[in-house]
């Protein structure tokens, strides 16, 4: 029988081939689905992403964009989401400004649509609160439109400073 594949061992393949599959890729650090850049000799852990993650979906609901203001939803946006906590306070973006933050919110190429995940990195202010994480978390859950009714191609702050806007929520937040 050595070496004949037969139906029962086919489907044992398939099922192995599966949970191969299943187990591929490092599990996600927050229960949101974000994952820290752990190449980075970092002043932010992931004890620090959760606690910021439970502070933003706790004050979420006060945010006036009934986009992403409810928990299940914002958590949703962060799912997939690489954190990379950057060494000094600013660092140089891909176009030559000096930033303290820079979010990639997640995209689907083929359908050009804003999807979950992407990628942000923070500046080091010394503890998550003072740095730019939950700005950078909105604009990854918000894609590159601010607030209603902000149009894509408007500033992506726009609407930020409205009553119940970003700035706003973001003060709340970070008193956590
Ligand atoms: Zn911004």
Known sequence: MCGIITPMKIISLSLLSILLFLGC?????????Q???????SW????DIQIAEDALLTEIPNLADPRINNPDVACAWLDGLIV????????IDDWGRTVSGIAFPGVDLWLDKHISGGSIAVGNYGTWQKSALIHEYLHIMQGTVGAPP???GDDPHCGWYLPKGPYE??????KH
């Open 44 to 47: 932010l852990t992931v004890e």
């Open 150 to 152: 902000c149009r894509r």
């Open 25 to 33: 890729g490092p599990a996600p650090d927050t229960r949101c689905g």
């Open 35 to 41: 994952r820290l850049n752990k190449e980075r000799p």
């Open 84 to 91: 990379t906590a950057m060494p000094n306070p600013t660092f």
């Open 169 to 174: 929520i973001i003060e709340l937040v970070n």
